[in-house]
């Protein structure tokens, strides 16, 4: 995609969302942290709903250490791999407490030395928590940015490299969210939602699908259908 494509890209993702930011629901970022491990191969949905009665119980490194691993477990057993996920929600806030003085590191080398915490996890805390222009490529962003040909690649890593390449400085910080908000509500796995897309003309996508007579555009960029009769 050329430079200038790119650039018109982001611009027309950050129109209709200036600030976007992560769905996972948190105040502080140990409470990121743990959202961002429970969520592999999760819904953020499902993940808020289970944080949503753990936090006000337990939402410090210690106090998830207090609760223990069959405590974690009975608020997280709605979530996908809660067994595994718990093992190392309560594994990395012991290595918190014995390590960092209770805090998140800042730096991605302490931060992938965490229980459960890989090269994606730790660049969510870094954008997320600290502000770093990191971009964590997630199966959304693999999807958008092979299909769209903004940083084509035939696994992550060199998706991640290519999108830290291509992806102009001004437009860095928030492009993590905006392509995963894209790729989660537009550009669908099964079938994308290309009429209501706003950079439809931009893409290379071979397949784009089309208009449907019950579909509308959406003006927030996800899109909105009317109901059948009956419905």
């Known amino acids: 995609m050329k430079r200038a494509d790119v650039t018109e890209l982001f611009t027309r993702l950050r129109e209709p969302n200036p600030h976007p930011t992560t769905e996972l629901a948190y105040t502080t970022p140990f409470e990121l942290l743990v959202a961002v491990v429970l969520s592999a191969q999760a819904t953020d949905v499902g993940v808020n709903k289970a944080t949503r009665k753990l936090y006000p119980v337990a939402n410090t490194p210690q106090a998830i250490v207090n609760l223990g ?18 093992k190392n929600v309560i594994a990395l806030s012991r290595l918190l407490i014995e390590r960092h003085g209770g805090e998140v590191p800042r730096t991605r080398e302490a931060l992938e030395a965490l229980p459960g915490v890989g090269r994606k996890t730790a660049n969510v805390m870094l954008n997320t928590a600290f502000g770093e222009p990191t971009i964590a490529v997630d199966t959304h962003i693999f999807r958008v940015a092979n299909r769209t040909g903004l940083a084509p690649g035939k696994d992550v890593r060199a998706v991640e490299d290519k999108l830290q390449e291509v992806v102009p400085a001004e437009f860095k910080h928030d492009a993590h969210h905006w392509l995963i908000l894209h790729g989660r509500y537009v550009c669908t796995a099964r079938k994308p939602h290309c009429p209501e897309c706003i950079i439809r003309d931009l893409c290379r996508y071979k397949f784009k699908t089309i208009a449907a007579a019950d579909t509308q555009p959406s003006k927030a960029g996800k899109p909105t259908r009317t109901p059948r009769r009956g419905a």
């Open 69 to 86: 691993e069959m405590g974690l477990k009975r608020y997280i057993s709605t979530i996908g791999l809660y067994n595994a996920k718990a």
